[in-house]
């Protein structure tokens, strides 16, 4: 069975600062995506990495992918306020079904 | 296009009752899904399906709960009888398939999702 972990599962930071979430899984899998989530609504597609070394950057925010390592990073650089939110990565097994499986999410927290 | 669209948005129901939640998806995305999300155990994967057909129904608790999609533009999740431990927010998501030169994949979009409160 597919595990997806994320940590942290909470992070408070500054404006301004720089900081790193983490996921990893456990089996192998080139297709890995970032979703967020304000709270009470719906979750929104961030990013799609579909191969070792993908990085893809929006804004303030930067993911990356090493299938070797079964590891995908997002980065928040420069944060501010309007980046707090839920945040999951979420992971499609390469063995030929679509089921996509969620990491626990991470809690950002940006105080001013 | 609109997103996909769920309804209702909310909905309390009495323990032993029928429940019945909707969905519909994005035109031209050929897959379905439907997630549960509970502070508890996060978003867990109910059962999905491609074009139109069930297939994987391994995340479906119970018998108590069915899942249909009658057509390519509807999908319905039943909960009969609904306990109180059903209580949660329903996402409804579709995707479509894509090949990419870095790869192939599909990319998810959620709906707005239902919560339910079964008292």
């Known amino acids: ?112 | 296009d609109a997103g996909v669209i769920q309804s209702p948005r909310h909905e309390v129901t009495e323990m032993g009752q029928e429940v019945t939640l909707r969905c519909k998806p994005i035109s031209g995305h050929d897959y379905l899904f439907w997630y549960r999300q509970t502070m508890m155990r996060g978003l867990e994967l109910l059962i999905y399906f491609n074009n139109n057909v069930p297939i994987d129904d391994s995340g479906m608790p119970e018998d108590r709960f069915s899942a249909k999609m009658p057509n390519a533009s509807f999908s319905t999740l039943k909960i009969q009888p609904s306990e109180p431990r059903d209580s949660a927010v329903y996402f409804c998501a579709s995707s479509f398939f894509f090949l990419m030169s870095q790869g192939a994949g599909t990319e998810a979009f959620f709906g707005q999702g239902t919560r339910l409160t079964v008292v």
């Open chain 1, 1 to 112: 069975e597919l595990k997806v972990e994320q940590n942290p599962l909470f992070l408070s930071m500054q404006e301004g600062k720089n900081y790193t979430i983490y996921c990893n899984y456990s089996t192998t899998s080139d297709r890995l995506y970032w979703y967020r989530q304000d709270p009470g609504k719906s979750l929104e597609s961030l990013f799609v990495l579909l191969s070792n070394g993908a990085v893809k950057q929006e804004g303030r925010l930067m993911a990356s992918l090493d299938t070797k390592a079964r590891l995908s990073t997002l980065h928040i650089t420069a944060a501010v306020h309007d980046l707090s939110a839920t945040y999951f990565c979420a992971v499609l097994s390469n063995f030929g079904n679509e089921k996509l499986t969620f990491g626990t999410g991470t809690r950002l927290t940006i105080i001013p």
